[in-house]
């Protein structure tokens, strides 16, 4: 491209030159290209390159954040490997590396174990330095609901936390489509249903 550029200024200026010295039988004389023009145009073209570079860089960096999804961002900091702080809706925070990414949820390792929170339950996402948005699709994985069926067959203790701050420590009996149940009280006398559009998290404590 910047060659082009150069190849097109060049032309140009040739061009006008013929036009204002009569054509290419004319004597140059004094009027002749000054030795040091092409290096002129050739540092001019340089520098209408970089500036388009720079437009277009910024221009690529704003499609990029108009584009971006929290999954998309979560995956990027996933694969990096980054060490996030997460902030659920009902006011918990977890630091640790994203474990795990599925469809509606994502999972942070922390040193208390595993923590489950779903997209909707995640209030905020924060990283040391600068993260560029993600703008990539997410590829589709387990759903919450599936993963939760899954490890009730460990029969794991768990505490769960809904969005509007209720917590729940119990044993892990059975997930649903969408609905949890927790084995409760001494003996695991009661048993709870939590619906799981009011989850804001759910930690693994053993199993």
């Given at each position: 491209m910047a060659f082009d550029s150069v190849l097109s200024r060049a032309t140009l200026f040739y061009v006008r030159r013929m036009a204002t010295t009569g054509g290419a039988n004319s004597t140059l004389g004094d009027e002749s290209w000054p030795a040091d023009g092409a290096d002129r145009f050739v540092a001019d073209a340089r520098i209408d390159e970089a500036a388009?570079?720079?437009?277009?860089?910024?221009w690529?960096?704003?499609?990029?954040?108009?584009a971006a999804t929290l999954e998309g961002i979560c995956r990027d900091?996933?694969?990096?490997?980054?060490?996030?702080l997460a902030t659920t809706t009902a006011g918990t925070r977890h630091r640790g590396r994203i474990d795990m990414l599925?469809?509606?949820?994502?999972?942070?390792?922390?040193?208390?174990?595993?923590?489950?929170?779903?997209?909707?339950?995640?209030?905020?996402?924060?990283v040391q330095g600068t993260a560029e948005p993600g703008e990539r699709l997410v590829?589709?994985?387990?759903?919450l609901a599936e993963v939760l069926t899954e490890l009730a067959q460990q029969r794991p203790a768990v505490r769960l936390r809904c969005r509007n701050g209720d917590a729940l420590v119990g044993e892990l009996r059975h997930g649903g489509r969408d609905l949890v149940a927790v084995r409760?009280?001494?003996g695991g006398r009661r048993t709870?249903?939590?619906?799981?559009?009011?989850?804001?998290e759910l930690s693994v404590l053993s199993g």
């Amino acid at each position: 491209m910047a060659f082009d550029s150069v190849l097109s200024r060049a032309t140009l200026f040739y061009v006008r030159r013929m036009a204002t010295t009569g054509g290419a039988n004319s004597t140059l004389g004094d009027e002749s290209w000054p030795a040091d023009g092409a290096d002129r145009f050739v540092a001019d073209a340089r520098i209408d390159e970089a500036a388009l570079a720079r437009s277009r860089e910024r221009w690529l960096r704003q499609q990029a954040a108009e584009a971006a999804t929290l999954e998309g961002i979560c995956r990027d900091l996933a694969e990096r490997g980054e060490f996030v702080l997460a902030t659920t809706t009902a006011g918990t925070r977890h630091r640790g590396r994203i474990d795990m990414l599925g469809e509606d949820f994502l999972a942070v390792r922390s040193g208390g174990g595993a923590v489950l929170v779903p997209y909707e339950g995640l209030h905020t996402i924060e990283v040391q330095g600068t993260a560029e948005p993600g703008e990539r699709l997410v590829r589709r994985g387990l759903t919450l609901a599936e993963v939760l069926t899954e490890l009730a067959q460990q029969r794991p203790a768990v505490r769960l936390r809904c969005r509007n701050g209720d917590a729940l420590v119990g044993e892990l009996r059975h997930g649903g489509r969408d609905l949890v149940a927790v084995r409760v009280g001494l003996g695991g006398r009661r048993t709870v249903y939590v619906r799981l559009s009011s989850l804001a998290e759910l930690s693994v404590l053993s199993g």
